[in-house]
């Protein structure tokens, strides 16, 4: 999204987000936890700032987004690893 800041483009709308927590190791005192999610962007597009025009004609929709969080050796968690798939992947 910084690039695209860079590049002249906007976000316009709201995506759509209800994150879960889906496994925690270990169980009683967790310090892996991962989240998944089924984010809709179907109502967040990209535009053209310089003119407010859709910058492409790629429409918004449901995609798989998954998260690993962990707690450091400070005790604060840190995201360790992110991944968001295609449009249809939920």
């Known amino acids: 999204m910084y690039a695209d800041h860079l590049n002249g483009f906007v976000y316009k709308g709201k995506p759509e987000n209800y994150p879960k927590a889906t496994s925690?190791?270990?169980?009683?005192?967790?310090?892996?936890?991962?989240?998944?999610?089924?984010?809709?962007?179907?109502?967040?597009?990209?535009?053209?700032?310089?003119?407010?025009?859709l910058a492409d004609d790629k429409p918004g929709g449901r995609r798989s987004i998954t998260a690993e969080v962990k707690q450091q050796s400070d005790r604060k968690w840190k995201v360790t690893r992110f991944a968001v798939k295609e449009i249809g992947s939920c």
Request: proline share 10%; hydrophobic share 25%; charged share 25%.
């Open 24 to 53: 925690m190791d270990p169980p009683a005192d967790p310090n892996t936890v991962l989240i998944s999610d089924c984010g809709d962007s179907t109502h967040w597009l990209k535009y053209r700032a310089d003119n407010g025009k």
